[in-house]
C-alpha cells in the first residue's frame, strides 16, 4: 500500500464525524450548541441530540455502515462493543434507516459479565452506556462490516461506575474546577476552561505469526513462559533508533494510514531498544480523546500486524532478558485559549502561573505517591518497574538543572534568575551552531519534567492511560483545591501565591532526584528521604482504599468508596487470575510438549551410550550427557509435581488478598523453578527436537 504526501491531509480524519463535518453537515445554530457544550463542558440539549444523531446516521450510511455501537472500555482493560443495526421495520414488511437521538445517547448492554468487584450480583443484568460526546465518532471497518462507533462511559443500573472512562471524566471535571478557581483568584479571567492534555507513547514487539502460532504461552498469556536469552540480545545497541527493515516499515506506514483515518495524529515510530522492539507516539490531545485513540492504537497495531503475517506483542514483558514495553504518558494541562499551564517560558522564575503548576504537581506526586503507584499496579508491569530498563518502583520527580535551581531559589525566598540554555558548537563548519535545551532528560525517573510537560515513564505497555490519568488528574486537582482555598481568602492572592511556593518547595524537595534511578545508592536515599517503596503489585493495591484516598476520590466526585473498593478488589483478582493462567499454561507446555521431548532426547543418548559401548569404545562424553539431561528430566518433572501442588492449594485460599499474596509468593516460585530447569534443557536437547520456537528465531528472524 502507498499513498503520496499531499493525500495524507485528505485521509486524516476521513472517518471521523468531526469538527469539521459537524460544521458542514449540522444546521448553523445546532453546530454552535454543540460547540458550545464542548467547550464549557455543559450538558447537550436532548433535542440537538435528535438532529446529531440524523445527520450522523446518513454520514454513516455514506460510509458504508450498517451498524452502531456504544464503545466502552470496561474494567477488563479492553474496550467492548455491541452492534445494533439502523433498520427499523415499517408497516408494510420493508425497513428504514433509522437513529434517534436516544440511541445515540444511551445504549443498554449486558453488565452481568463484566468485572463489577461485587457492585453487580451475576443475576443483575442491566447496565448502561452513555456517549461521551466530548470524543469523536467514528467509522471502523472489520473486514467487510463497516460500524459507527460511539466513545462512551458504561455504568451500572443504580448509576455506579464500572469502567475506566466514567472517572477519567469526572477527574476532567475536576481538573477544570480546582485550576479555574486558583486562575480566577490570581485575576486571569479569560481561560475558559482547563483541560488536561496527553501525549501517550507505545511500547511493542513485532514477531513472525508462524512463530507466535507454536507458542502456547505467547496465545493465552501474551508473554514467553520458557526460553533461553540468545546469545546475541541488546547489547550492541545496534537496534535502537536502526534502520528499519522493510517489512517492518511496511507494516507501520499501513499503520499510519489506518490510524490518521480515524483522526489519530500518529506522529513518531522507530526501533526501540530491545530487538523487534518498535514505538510510535502521537501529537497531544485532551486526555479522554487521547486514552479513546490509544486504545484504537492497540487495537489498529494488532490487526494489521496479522495482515503483514507478522503478531504485535503488547505485554509489558513477553520476552525474559530483553528490555520491556511501557507507555509513557505524557501529561500537561492547558487552558481553552490553548495555554500550556506547565510552559516555563524564558525566565521560570518570575512566571508566577508555571511555577505554581509545577509546585502543585510536586505536591499532589509527593503527598499522593501510594496511589500514583497503585495506578500502574499490574502483574505484566511487575516485570519491568525496578529492573535496570524501568524507573524503580519507588515515586520520584527529575526537575533539571534549571527548575531544581529555581526550586531552591524558592525555598529560601523570592527566585532572582534561570539558568539559560548555551548553544552547542560540534566544532565543524558543515553544521551551524545550536541551542541546548534548558535541561538534561533522565530516562530513569518515573516522573520527569520534560520541556513544557510531565513524563509518567511507569505505566505498562498493555494499560490503558484511563487509570494513571484519572489519578493524576485528580490528586493535581485536591492540592489546586487547597490553594484556591488559600488564595479566595487572602487580601494580596499574589503575595499568599508566593507564600505558597515557598512552602511546597521547601516541604516537598526530597521527592526531587536527578541522578540514576537504576542504582542501589538510590534505593538506599530513598528509604532514608521517607519515599514509599512497594516493590509489587499487590503491595501497592492494598493502599488504594486507605482513608486518604477514600476521602481524595470521594471529594473530587471521581470514585465514591463504594465504587473505589471495588476496583481494587477487580484490580487484586485480576492478579490472581493472571498468574492461574500462567501457571497453568507453563504446566500444560512442561508436560505436553517439554517433558516428552526431553525423554525422546535421554531415550536417543542412552541408545548411543549402549551401542558404543557394545563395540568396546569408551563412551563417558555421552554418558556425561545422559546423566546431566536424566537429571534435570527429574528435576523438570518434580518442579512440575511442585507447581501443581501449589496450585490446587490457591483454591481452598477464600479472601482475594490474601489469594494473591499466596500467588505471589508461592505460585511464581515454583514458576520460577520450572522455569530455570526447562531452559537450562532447551540449552542441551538436539535443536530439531525442541518443540517451541526458540528467542533467537523470534527475535531476529522475520
Not at 54 to 64: F, H, L, Q, S, T
Not at 262 to 290: D, M, R
Not at 458 to 482: D, H, K
Request: proline content about 4%.
Amino acid at each position: 500500500m502507498s499513498i503520496k504526501n499531499e493525500v495524507v491531509t485528505e485521509i486524516f480524519g476521513s472517518n471521523v464525524f468531526n469538527d469539521a463535518v459537524m460544521r458542514e453537515r449540522l444546521p448553523k445554530e445546532t453546530y454552535t450548541a454543540v460547540r458550545k457544550a464542548i467547550e464549557n463542558r455543559e450538558a447537550l440539549d436532548f433535542d440537538l441530540a435528535t438532529v446529531i444523531a440524523n445527520v450522523m446516521k446518513d454520514w454513516a450510511i455514506e460510509k458504508g455502515a450498517t451498524h452502531y455501537s456504544h464503545w466502552f472500555q470496561p474494567m477488563t482493560g479492553l474496550t467492548a462493543e455491541k452492534h445494533d443495526s439502523f433498520i427499523s421495520p415499517t408497516s408494510d414488511g420493508k425497513i428504514i434507516m433509522d437513529f434517534s437521538g436516544k440511541e445515540l445517547c444511551q445504549g443498554e448492554p449486558d453488565a452481568s459479565s463484566f468485572p463489577s468487584g461485587g457492585l453487580r450480583a451475576t443475576f443483575e443484568a442491566r447496565g448502561y452506556t452513555a456517549w461521551d460526546y466530548t470524543s469523536p465518532v467514528f467509522i471502523k471497518a472489520d473486514g467487510t462490516n463497516v460500524t459507527l462507533y460511539i466513545p462512551s462511559a458504561f455504568c451500572s443500573y443504580t448509576g455506579l461506575a464500572l469502567d475506566k472512562k466514567t472517572p477519567l471524566l469526572r477527574s476532567m471535571d475536576a481538573l477544570n474546577k480546582e485550576a479555574s478557581r486558583v486562575l480566577a483568584a490570581l485575576g486571569d479571567k479569560d481561560f475558559l476552561n482547563v483541560s488536561a492534555t496527553l501525549g501517550p507513547e507505545q511500547e511493542y514487539f513485532l514477531i513472525d505469526r508462524s512463530y507466535y502460532e507454536r507458542r502456547l504461552d505467547l496465545i493465552l498469556t501474551g508473554r514467553t513462559l520458557f526460553g533461553v536469552t540468545p546469545p546475541r540480545g541488546q547489547e550492541m545497541d545496534d537496534h535502537y533508533f536502526g534502520t528499519l527493515q522493510e517489512r517492518v516499515a511496511s507494516y507501520m506506514h499501513e499503520v499510519n494510514i489506518e490510524l490518521w483515518k480515524l483522526g489519530v495524529s500518529a506522529k513518531t515510530q522507530h526501533n526501540e531498544v530491545a530487538p523487534s522492539q518498535y514505538e510510535l507516539a502521537p501529537v497531544f490531545s485532551t486526555i479522554n480523546v487521547a486514552t479513546d485513540h490509544n486504545q484504537l492504537t492497540m487495537e489498529v497495531l494488532q490487526k494489521v500486524a496479522i495482515r503483514h503475517d507478522l503478531v504485535c506483542l503488547l505485554h509489558e514483558k513477553p520476552f525474559a532478558g530483553v528490555n520491556g514495553s511501557g507507555k509513557h504518558v505524557n501529561w500537561s494541562m492547558s487552558t481553552g485559549s490553548g495555554v500550556n499551564l506547565l510552559e516555563p517560558g524564558k525566565t521560570p522564575h518570575d512566571n508566577m502561573i508555571f511555577l505554581l503548576m509545577l509546585c502543585t504537581v510536586i505536591r499532589a506526586v509527593d503527598k499522593y505517591a501510594d496511589i500514583l503507584r497503585a495506578s500502574v499496579a499490574t502483574a505484566g508491569n511487575d516485570h519491568r518497574l525496578g529492573a535496570n530498563e524501568a524507573p524503580p518502583a519507588i515515586i520520584s520527580i527529575f526537575l533539571g538543572d534549571q527548575l531544581t535551581d529555581i526550586l531552591e531559589q524558592l525555598a529560601k525566598g523570592s527566585p532572582t534568575s534561570s539558568k539559560q540554555a548555551e548553544e552547542l558548537m560540534l566544532g565543524t563548519s558543515a553544521i551551524s551552531s545550536f541551542a541546548k535545551d534548558c535541561t538534561d532528560r533522565n530516562r530513569t525517573s518515573p516522573f520527569a519534567f520534560t520541556g513544557n510537560k510531565f513524563e509518567f515513564r511507569m505505566p505498562g505497555s498493555t494499560q490503558s492511560t484511563a487509570g494513571p490519568s484519572f489519578v493524576l488528574n485528580t490528586i493535581v486537582s485536591e492540592v489546586l483545591s487547597e490553594i484556591a482555598d488559600e488564595l479566595e481568602a487572602a487580601k494580596d492572592p499574589k503575595d499568599r501565591a508566593w507564600a505558597i511556593l515557598k512552602r511546597i518547595s521547601t516541604e516537598h524537595k526530597h521527592i526531587v532526584f536527578n541522578g540514576d534511578n537504576y542504582t542501589d545508592k538510590w534505593l538506599e536515599e530513598a528509604e532514608k528521604r521517607g519515599l514509599a517503596h512497594h516493590p509489587t503489585t499487590i503491595s501497592s493495591l492494598k493502599t488504594i482504599t486507605s482513608k486518604q484516598n477514600v476521602e481524595l476520590f470521594s471529594k473530587h466526585n471521581v470514585l465514591n468508596s463504594t465504587e473505589l473498593h471495588a476496583r481494587a478488589d477487580i484490580l487484586i483478582e485480576a492478579y490472581s487470575m493472571k498468574i492461574n493462567i500462567e501457571a497453568k499454561t507453563m504446566l500444560n507446555i512442561a508436560k505436553r510438549q517439554i517433558l516428552p521431548v526431553c525423554v525422546e532426547y535421554s531415550s536417543r543418548l542412552g541408545c548411543a551410550v549402549g551401542n558404543i559401548t557394545a563395540v568396546g569404545s569408551s563412551a563417558e562424553a555421552q554418558k556425561t550427557m545422559l546423566d546431566r539431561t536424566c537429571g534435570l528430566i527429574n528435576e523438570l518433572h518434580t518442579n512440575i509435581q511442585n507447581l501443581e501442588k501449589v496450585l490446587a492449594k490457591a483454591d481452598d485460599i477464600a479472601g482475594l488478598t490474601e489469594k494473591a499474596e499466596y500467588f505471589q509468593k508461592d505460585v511464581i516460585k515454583e514458576m520460577i523453578d520450572l522455569r530455570t530447569a526447562a531452559d537450562e534443557l532447551e540449552t542441551i536437547v538436539d535443536a530439531e527436537l525442541w518443540p517451541l520456537p526458540t528467542y533467537a528465531e523470534m527475535l531476529f528472524l522475520k
